[in-house]
Nanobody, 124 residues
């Protein structure tokens, strides 16, 4: 059974850091790309970052470049999103998802498997 388990969210002050984890089971990360998305109530889901398990290539939304870093631990079949210099506008529910073939990394409709969300709240 394919599962993605997201964790690591919490409440942090502006300027602080959090590390989100996405533990995968039932499939090998080296055959998929793993994306992180976030959503605020009333707004569309948006792509934050993505890493290809095939090539190792990474992608970021412009607003998080230089602050967030995505990485893979193949031994643990886990993807991490290190979030530094957090801002109140980063507050959202964060989801990880897996896609084998897609048009663009930020197109959430292409992703096949989704983890449950983890809440990130950044206070000012």
């Amino acid at each position: 059974e394919v599962q993605l388990q997201a964790s690591g969210g919490g409440l942090v002050q502006a300027g602080g850091s959090l590390r989100l984890s996405c533990a995968a089971s039932g499939f090998a990360l080296n055959e998929y790309a793993i994306g992180w998305f976030r959503q605020v109530p009333g707004k569309a889901r948006e792509g934050v970052s993505c890493i290809s398990g095939v090539t190792g290539g990474t992608y970021y939304q412009d607003s998080v470049k230089g602050r967030f870093t995505i990485s893979i631990d193949s031994a643990k079949n886990t993807v991490y999103l290190q979030m530094n210099s957090l801002k109140p506008e980063d507050t959202a529910v964060y989801y990880c998802a897996a896609v084998r073939y897609g048009s663009s990394w930020y197109v959430w409709e292409d992703y096949e498997y989704w983890g449950q969300g983890t809440q990130v709240t950044v206070s000012s």
